[in-house]
């Protein structure tokens, strides 16, 4: 992985991870584009402390954009009576609880169904399957969602509503499916204010983020890391959390606009492109292999001799290597003499040749 490649999933990772477009599909179609542009496709075990840490680069994003928020929630924590009433103890605590409900769902299902999660990455078509149904659901938030901007705070939220989101982000691992999209779009048909949601589904955002991320690591061979590498990962890491904190800025603005719709059509958009691109790459795929198999079918099936597949070894080493055989039968040029079955061989192959001739 080069500068180029690293800066450019930097920014698509900083752009995408809190809008509801689904980042890991973005960064998996940005990755494809690479590796058709490079002649070298990435693997899903390539770089993973890279991916990782570009997640660390956003979780830091909401870390900065919240800062105040949570200085002041830590002060009530602590017993503070000077913050507001909805940031004492009581209020902080019941806010923990409410993303812890909602959080504990993905830990029996990352260990569960990790495997099958990574497997739904091989390939455009789960991913442009996973936009659009990202924005099917951010259609329906339209039609279900409050009409104006009030509706249910931290302290009206109940254990319910944080598990039906906590349920609805076991999506989120898929490919094209936005993590965002749909916590927010169930915090809202739920009757939750278009401030709370977004920041609810940002605070879901860090431990989920953190705990995969603990997860992954485990994985990583520090020894396979070079200095260069980890230059280039922590200045991508750094770009995704700049350009993730503007991307939260602009998701507040539009949630509390009830514009999120909006991304559904971009989505739909995308999902066509994207299965568009898979098709034609599958069509060409198949049209490459069909010369092979022709190819093999007059190995095997010449009209004289037997077929090259019941020659022994050597009896294919001289087509690497053309024999040049003389008019007296059995002697080569070099005066040795030739094996049998490279006879067998050469009727297949030149035989035809020479009628065509």
């Known amino acids: 992985m080069d500068w180029i490649e690293a800066l450019t999933l930097g920014i698509v990772q900083g752009v995408t991870e809190f809008l509801p477009v689904s980042s890991d599909g973005h960064l998996k179609i940005t990755q494809e584009a690479f590796g058709w542009w490079t002649g070298k496709p990435r693997v899903g075990a390539d770089d993973l402390f890279f991916d990782v840490m570009l997640h660390v680069g956003t979780v830091a994003a909401i870390l900065i954009r919240f800062q105040a928020v949570i200085r002041t929630g830590a002060k009530g924590l602590l017993g503070s009576k000077t913050v507001p009433p909805e940031y004492r103890r009581t209020g902080v605590v019941r806010v923990g609880l409410l993303v812890t409900v909602a959080t504990a769902p993905l830990v029996p299902y990352a260990l569960v169904f990790k495997k099958l999660i990574e497997k739904a990455f091989e390939g455009l078509v789960p991913t442009g399957l996973g936009f659009f149904a990202t924005a099917v659901v951010l259609l329906v938030t339209l039609r279900l969602a409050r009409p104006d901007e009030g509706g249910k705070g931290p302290g009206e939220t109940t254990w319910v509503d944080a598990l039906l989101i906590g349920l609805a982000q076991l999506l989120a691992p898929l490919p094209g499916v936005s993590r965002s999209g749909l916590t927010v779009a169930v915090a809202l048909t739920r009757g939750m ?165």
């Open 193 to 357: 204010s278009r401030s709370w949601a977004v920041g609810f589904s940002l605070l879901l955002a860090v431990p989920a983020i953190m705990g995969a991320t603990v997860f992954e690591l485990r994985h990583v061979r520090p020894s396979m890391l070079t200095a260069d590498q980890l230059t280039r990962t922590v200045a991508a890491a750094a770009v995704a959390g700049v350009i993730g904190y503007g991307a939260i800025l602009w998701l507040i603005k539009v949630v509390r606009a009830g514009h999120l719709w909006y991304f559904s059509v971009y989505l739909i958009v995308l999902t066509l492109i994207v299965l568009a691109l898979a098709v034609s790459s599958a069509s060409k795929g198949s049209t490459h292999a069909r010369p092979s198999q022709a190819l093999d079918r007059t190995l095997r099936l010449g009209a004289a001799g037997p077929r090259v597949a019941e020659c022994p070894a050597r009896a294919r080493q001289p087509l690497d290597r053309p024999h040049a055989i003389s008019t007296r039968a059995g002697r080569s040029r070099t005066g040795q003499t030739a094996p049998r079955h490279v006879c067998a061989a050469r009727l297949v192959l030149g035989r035809p040749l020479a009628r065509g001739s």
